[in-house]
């Protein structure tokens, strides 16, 4: 029985691409005989990583094992495809968008003064030469969130020309009292928040905090 000559060319040409055999003449389909526009040949397999005799190529090996496109183009010299191979492009890792802070407290600032202000139980606030502006409450006038703040936080502050957002930036204890300006010194900010320690032994809180515009990129902020 004879053997159509177009799967005999199938069978030789993908071992001439893939295998390192050279397809002869005689196993070749005449371009003339095939429809016009079309070349003959078979379709592009994958690569194969192994060798007449069983003998592994290492290059085809790792072309196998890595993602690729494979594409089929015409050899001018003798009209048969020629496979080639094209890494696929890596794809970057896309960074998160940084997200800004959010105020964990909310400072409602209704009055200037010391203690008069403070005994009635509301948020003053007390220009008395430190450093900064100095906002407090006695602690059971909800003074107390002073007492639990911490660096990189963030307090929302209304009042008394003090509005805007403010990023708490280190701590400091003094005594009911003591002066002022000898109290804050070596510190720095843009504002104070004062309140007592429910042990009146240990005095009371001085944090310092500074402004802060939540509208730019956290980067600024930190």
């Avoid at 080639?84 to 209704?110: K, N, R």
């Amino acid at each position: 029985m004879r053997v159509p000559l177009l799967v005999l060319a199938s069978a030789a040409l993908a071992a001439g691409i893939w295998g390192g055999i050279t397809a002869t003449p005689s196993a070749r389909v005449d371009a003339a005989t095939q429809p016009t526009g079309r070349v003959a040949g078979p379709a592009v397999a994958a690569p194969v990583a192994q060798l007449a005799g069983g003998a592994t190529d290492p290059a085809a090996a790792q072309a196998a094992a890595s993602p690729a496109v494979v594409s089929a183009a015409i050899d001018p010299a003798d009209g048969q495809p020629i496979a080639s191979i094209s890494p696929v492009p890596a794809v970057p890792p896309q960074a998160a968008t940084p997200v800004a802070p959010t105020p964990l407290y909310s400072i409602s600032v209704t009055a200037r003064g010391h203690q008069t202000e403070l005994d009635a139980c509301q948020w003053v606030r007390m220009d008395v030469g430190a450093i900064a502006p100095i906002v407090g409450a006695h602690n059971f006038c909800h003074g107390d969130i002073v007492l639990d703040m911490t660096m990189g936080e963030i307090v929302s502050v209304t009042g008394t020309d003090l509005d805007g957002d403010y990023q708490i930036t280190g701590s400091r204890d003094a005594r009911a009292g003591e002066d002022a300006a000898r109290a804050t010194a070596g510190l720095s900010g843009d504002l104070l928040f004062q309140t007592c320690y429910w042990d009146d032994a240990r005095g009371l809180r001085l944090v310092t905090a500074v402004k802060v515009d939540l509208s730019l990129p956290p980067s600024v902020v930190g």
